[in-house]
């Protein structure tokens, strides 16, 4: 089945660590983005990529990387410059293209949840 | 991209329609509306977007009004399942970024 894959499922990462976070996706989509969720809030965005090797930052950037070397991949890395990474990240997909009815939604993956030890 | 106001939670009882309904008072001509919902530790779902004329798909029924000013989401049949946060986003056609809220907490009760 088409969709989007995040591994892992949950994380740990100790004081002073960079880790990343694998995002997936089969869907032949061309745009991909990164959001963060704390408890009780609403999502957002981190970094977001419309094609291959480009991308984009989002409204909290700071102390997160990424890359964009093949269409289908779009990991995230938190760095340890990011003083509270504790949270629930997701990773999102949409095609860029218009179709009758415009406005192609994002489809989600399932989330990595990044806890510090 | 303009802001929406939903009511923090909601409850309904199993079997009967659902009715969220979402504020977007300052939406410009050219923004769609979108409906997704989040069930508990996982990834937001879409369900439906529109821009101007009322829509319908498997999951849910979504009225605009006429002036764009506001918009309701129709579960027609809720069921237990159906329980999630629903957001309701207001976004420009094929922007890149998403504006999520706190969303509306939907309860389905037995």
């Known amino acids: 089945d088409g969709g989007i894959t995040q591994s892992p499922k949950y994380l740990f990462r100790k004081e002073g660590q960079n880790v990343t976070l694998s995002c997936e996706q089969n869907?032949?989509?061309?745009?991909m983005y990164w959001y963060r969720q704390d408890p009780g809030q609403g999502l957002r965005l981190i970094y977001y990529s419309q094609i291959v090797n480009d991308f984009q930052k989002g409204d909290i950037a700071e102390g997160y990387s990424v890359s964009r070397e093949k269409k289908e991949s779009f990991p995230l890395t938190v760095t340890s410059a990011q003083k509270n990474p504790t949270a629930f990240y997701l990773c999102a997909s949409s095609t860029k293209r218009t179709g009758i009815r415009g406005g192609q939604p994002q489809h989600f993956g399932d989330g990595t949840r990044l806890s510090i030890l | 991209d303009a802001k929406t106001t939903q009511p923090t939670s909601m409850d309904c009882a199993e079997g009967r329609a659902a009715n969220l309904p979402c504020n977007h008072s300052?939406?410009?001509?050219?923004?769609?509306v979108y409906w997704y919902r989040q069930i508990h530790s996982q990834g937001p779902q879409y369900i439906i977007h529109g821009l101007k004329n009322n829509e319908t798909n498997e999951m849910a029924s979504l009225i605009i009004t006429e002036d764009r000013k506001s918009s309701t989401l129709i579960l027609p049949h809720a069921t237990l399942r159906d329980t999630a946060v629903y957001y309701c986003i207001v976004s420009l056609y094929g922007a890149q970024k998403l504006v999520f809220g706190q969303g509306t907490r939907l309860t389905i009760n037995p």
């Open positions: 869907l032949n989509h061309d745009a």
């Open positions: 300052t939406i410009s001509g050219n923004e769609y």
